[in-house]
C-alpha cells in the first residue's frame, strides 16, 4: 500500500468519478485478474476498483 495522487483523469468527465485531481489515495494495488486497473482507498474510508492504473501517480516530494 501506498499513497498515489490523482492525475490524469479522462478530460470532460472529472465530475463523473468519486475522486478529484490532486487528491491523495491509498492505492491498494492492481487487480489480477484485471492488469491495468487498480483498487483504491479515498479519504472518506471508501474502497473503489476498476479504475486505470495511469490516473494516478506518486507524490512528489512537496506533496507528501
Do not use: C, Q, S
Request: hydrophobic share 35%; charged share 35%.
Amino acid at each position: 500500500m501506498k499513497i498515489m495522487i490523482v492525475d490524469g483523469l479522462p478530460e470532460g468527465y472529472e465530475d463523473k468519478y468519486p475522486f478529484k485531481e490532486g487528491e491523495g489515495v491509498l492505492f491498494l494495488g492492481e487487480i489480477e485478474n484485471m492488469p491495468g486497473h487498480v483498487a483504491i482507498v479515498t479519504r472518506d474510508g471508501k474502497t473503489h476498483f476498476g479504475y486505470h492504473d495511469d490516473w494516478f501517480r506518486e507524490p512528489t516530494e512537496d506533496e507528501l
